[in-house]
């Protein structure tokens, strides 16, 4: 499913395959449109995510449930990239969402007390949460989010304080509980 958006974020553009599975019209879908299927305990994450990448104009990954024709949730991989236009100047983001239901357990529902501890992170340390739990190096992580390295050591070290652990297998038992990344 591709969409892009233009320079003042709102998306601007939808292929058939991502209106046929949401059922709804191009009209619907443009601007914010689309936000509305998303499910309501996945809408301000998603959406942060989204106008932090933006605003940053850095590429970003995400899975969030979306709503789709028959009424039902899936979940989708979201990726969206910086776009340029001829004259190179930033013009908005592109991106594709794949339905990604078959890949997550169903039955798998996060943890609410590491959700709820999760959320007292700043958007910036669930991101190198994310990344150090998906395996990065502090390095990579740093490159991968345009920070020093030394920034996210201080991410890493406050969110071992906020979850009240010591090492990295407990921040990423964390993030497997609170569903930020899959089992």
Known sequence: MIWMSGPDAMWTYFNRTWLEFR???MAEELGNGWTEGLHPDDRDICVETYLKAFTARQPYRIQYRLQRANGEYCWVEDRGLPRLDEASGFAGFS?????ISDRRRPHFAPDEEALRIVF???ERERQVLVLIAEGKSTR????QLGISYKTVESHRSRILEKLGVHETA???RYAIRAGLIAP
Not at 95 to 99: E, K, L, R, S, T
């Open 95 to 99: 991106g594709a969402a794949v339905d």
């Open 140 to 143: 990579r992580a740093a490159r």
């Open 120 to 122: 007292t992170l700043t």
């Open 23 to 25: 059922g709804r019209s």
């Open 170 to 172: 407990s921040m990423v």
